[in-house]
């Protein structure tokens, strides 16, 4: 959201700060996104958007298990929830590590080919 914002999507602006823009803005010791070191802009923009190893992969939000890694859809490792949809083993025959989704007793999901290990440390667990 926030390289979003930084690149002029002011619809996004206010939602941004209410998912840790605000935070964001004060550990930089500004008000305005485009404050934001240029350094690290570029580095949040060449971040991928999953990690892969030899029997894992991690993703923030969810994954389709019918596609390879590299052709999944940006929304869905990003924002889709478990709760909209929990998705088989995926085709790599690989253990998905998935966020996003957290888990309200604050207990690791373990589905045993998805492990979600969003254990709600920002909230409160019960």
């Known amino acids: 959201m926030m390289l979003a914002v930084y690149d002029g999507r002011k619809d996004l602006y206010v939602d941004w700060l209410l998912f840790g823009g605000n935070a964001t803005l004060e550990s930089y010791g500004t008000l305005q996104v485009?404050?934001?070191?240029?350094?690290?802009?570029?580095?949040l923009r060449?971040?991928?958007l999953f990690h892969e190893s030899d029997h894992h992969f991690y993703v923030h939000g969810n994954y389709r298990a019918e596609l390879p890694l590299e052709a999944q859809p940006t929304e869905t490792l990003l924002w889709e929830s478990l709760k909209v949809r929990e998705p088989g083993p995926h085709c790599s025959g690989k253990t998905a590590?998935?966020?996003?989704?957290?888990?309200?007793?604050?207990e690791i999901l373990d589905l045993g080919y998805l492990k979600c290990i969003d254990t709600r440390c920002y909230g409160e667990v019960g």
């Not at 240029?38 to 580095?43: D, K, P, Q, R, W």
């Open 34 to 43: 485009d404050k934001i070191p240029a350094a690290h802009i570029e580095f």
């Open 46 to 48: 060449r971040c991928r």
């Open 97 to 106: 590590i998935v966020g996003h989704t957290s888990q309200k007793s604050g």
